[in-house]
């Protein structure tokens, strides 16, 4: 989105490699939603349930505040305060927040949600359930473009959300899985087809992206894969197994945080770079750690802040003690 890759020549061995990340790492928010479906899909509707929507939306409107902060005095981006409150409300405070309010809408029908799930008893069912979604989803993303309309799109915002959640749900309640060698190359096989057929269509040209967003008929089995390759792993390392627990705790955060700084690395970047393309396709393998350091740095002063004051909940700091 900011290194320029979008623009930049499809002609190094470097943007081929990050055309290949680009169809993998695009299945972000889907692991999110598939996880959500996985981890909630026994919730059921209780006054506990509900009122752990709060953290999150503590943490949305104090992120939100450091973020107005941060767009008034280093970007220089002066509205009133009436003004920014209104963005705080429509969730455009954190330019990525719309996350959380599809996750809001999703945190409050969960329970619901798994009722419907629950009472569909055949397995079969459950599989055209998700079959269903798919076509709502994933058949409007990629016929639907350049002024086209192919196929009916009026459920596609709705239904892939609604997709990812019970592709959760369906994988805790029948363990699903795939032989890892086969996994591993039916993901890249997939994530494949953009960048050959950018070579082959418009070779010299910029990347093209016709297999569609992260909810088309490509990322959708891609992010299915990579989720039953692995939710069963082992992490043996005690260290290792700490450390992605609290990358994992931490994980939103470092998502609404880290519009801070990339408003301030990929300037940077740009700046070093100037009209050198190739410097584009590598950069990415320093300025993803880099911001990544940056983002989870930020994110754990905020936790510990929040700990500090006594916000957490009892079940999350043992939690965060056990890591």
């Known amino acids: 989105m900011y290194s320029g890759f979008n623009s930049a020549p499809f002609n190094t061995p470097a943007m081929f490699l990050l055309g290949i990340l680009n169809s993998i790492t695009a299945i972000g928010v889907p692991i999110f939603m598939m996880l959500t479906g996985y981890l909630t899909c026994r919730k059921t509707i209780s006054r506990s349930y509900f009122k752990g929507i709060t953290r999150v939306l503590v943490s949305y409107v104090v992120l939100s505040v450091v973020m107005i902060l941060f767009r008034e005095m280093y970007l220089g981006e002066h509205m009133s305060p009436v003004k920014w409150l209104l963005k705080i409300t429509d969730f455009s405070a954190i330019p990525y927040a719309w996350y959380i309010e599809m996750w ?37 993303d990629f016929f639907n473009r350049y002024g086209v309309h192919l196929a009916p799109g009026y459920w596609e915002s709705a239904a892939y959300p609604l997709l990812f959640f019970f592709a959760g749900a369906y994988i ?3 363990r699903p899985a795939i032989d890892t060698r086969r996994g ?16 082959l269509l418009q070779p010299g040209g910029t990347m093209l992206h016709l297999t569609g967003d992260p909810n088309g008929i490509i990322s959708t089995p891609v992010a299915i894969l990579i989720f039953i390759l692995l ?22 955060d470092i998502y609404l945080i880290s519009y801070v700084f990339d408003m301030i690395v990929y300037p940077c970047f740009a ?29 754990y002063v905020k936790d510990a802040i929040f700990r500090a004051v006594g916000f957490i909940g009892q079940k999350a700091k043992a939690v965060q003690r056990a890591v």
């Open 104 to 140: 809001i809408g999703l945190f409050l029908l969960t329970p619901f949600l798994n009722i419907l799930w629950s009472g569909i008893a055949d397995r079969n069912h459950r599989k055209l359930l998700l079959f269903i979604l798919f076509l709502c989803s994933a058949l409007p």
């Open 172 to 174: 805790r309640d029948y």
């Open 184 to 199: 591993i190359l039916a993901v890249l096989a997939l994530a494949l087809i953009n960048p050959l057929l950018s070579i």
């Open 231 to 252: 939710y069963t792993r082992n992490i043996g390392s005690s260290i290792a197994r700490g450390a992605v627990t609290r990358i994992s705790l931490l994980s939103l």
């Open 271 to 299: 700046d070093m770079a100037g009209s050198d393309d190739a410097a584009v396709g590598w950069a990415f393998f320093l300025i993803v750690p880099v911001l990544f350091a940056l983002d989870f740095s930020a994110a």
